[in-house]
């Protein structure tokens, strides 16, 4: 079995900033990549920030300059730092990883609960 857990949302102020932790963890043979994605209701999911194993990374445009992902390898984990943080920033923060459990499988999607971040004065 595999998990993934997401830490570290919550209340900030407009121009604060939090750091996102995302950890995949049980019976992992390899990652391909993992990613922040985010919601609001009523609207769709959105990418926020993504990373391969190797370090490649890409960015939605509203976050660029102002979040940064990264990646502990051995760990399973990610982080995603953000700064100032905007009011539009605020919705549900869920953590996706494409990994295989054995290597003869192919890559699957697996996600996180998500966690809650909301920016507000």
């Known amino acids: 079995q595999v998990q993934v857990v997401e830490s570290g949302g919550g209340l900030v102020q407009p121009g604060g900033s939090l750091r996102l932790s995302c950890t995949a963890s049980g019976n992992i043979f390899s990652w391909y990549a993992m990613g922040w994605y985010r919601q609001v209701p009523g609207k769709q999911r959105e990418t926020v920030a993504t990373t391969t194993r190797g370090g490649y990374t890409y960015y939605a445009d509203s976050v660029k300059g102002r979040f940064t992902i990264s990646r502990d390898v051995d760990k399973n984990t990610i982080y995603l730092q953000m700064n100032d943080l905007k009011p539009e920033d605020t919705a549900v923060y869920s953590c996706?990883?494409?990994?295989?459990?054995?290597?003869?499988?192919?890559?699957?999607?697996?996600w996180g609960q998500g966690t809650q971040v909301t920016v507000s004065s």
């Open positions: 996706n990883a494409q990994l295989r459990t054995t290597q003869w499988e192919d890559d699957r999607d697996y």
